[in-house]
C-alpha cells in the first residue's frame, strides 16, 4: 500500500490526541466507486444501530494507523487499499462504552476490481452516495460524516 500522507504526521496524530486525552483511536476510510462514496449501514443491534458511516474501525494495541486502516477497510468491506491519498481530518465522540474516542479519516483508492463484501455481524447494507443524492442527506448519517465527505470532494 501506497500512502501520500508522511509517517510523521502520523505520529503526531496520535501524540497530540494522548495529549488531549482521547482514551480510543479509530480510523476512516472515505473510498469513491463509480463517482459515488461508499457507506455503510451499522446493523440495528450494534451500537449505533442504523448508523450509516464510513468504512471504519479501532486501531489495536501496538498497530500504527495505516495498518489499521488496510486491516480495517478489508474486514468490514472486503476492498484492499492500494494508496492512501490524503488525511481528511478527525473527529471526536465517545464510544459505546463510554470512551473518548478520536475517528482519524483518510481518503483511499482501492482495487479498481474489487466488490463490496459486507461484514454481516457489523454491518447489513452498503450505499455508494453523491452529496448531490437525496440520500446524502438521511438523518442516519452524522453531520461529522457529512464533513469528511465535503472535506474529500474538495480533493478532487
Request: hydrophobic share 40%.
Amino acid at each position: 500500500m501506497q500512502s501520500n500522507v508522511d509517517h510523521n504526521t502520523l505520529e503526531q496524530l496520535v501524540t497530540d490526541s494522548q495529549k488531549d486525552g482521547i482514551q480510543k483511536l479509530v480510523i476512516g476510510a472515505v473510498i469513491r466507486k463509480e463517482g459515488k462514496f461508499l457507506l455503510l449501514e451499522r446493523i440495528p443491534s450494534d451500537f449505533m444501530g442504523g448508523l450509516v458511516e464510513l468504512p471504519s474501525g479501532t486501531v489495536d494495541a501496538g498497530e500504527d494507523l495505516l495498518t489499521a486502516l488496510a486491516r480495517e477497510v478489508q474486514e468490514e468491506t472486503g476492498l484492499v487499499i492500494t494508496t492512501v491519498l490524503a488525511y481528511l481530518g478527525p473527529f471526536d465522540y465517545t464510544s459505546g462504552s463510554g470512551k473518548k474516542t478520536r475517528q482519524f479519516n483518510f481518503l483511499v483508492e482501492t482495487a479498481p476490481d474489487d466488490e463490496v463484501k459486507l461484514e454481516p455481524s457489523e454491518h447489513q447494507a452498503y450505499y455508494l452516495v453523491a452529496l448531490s443524492d437525496e440520500a446524502f442527506n438521511t438523518p442516519n448519517i452524522s453531520d461529522a460524516t457529512k464533513a469528511v465527505l465535503k472535506t474529500a470532494v474538495q480533493q478532487f
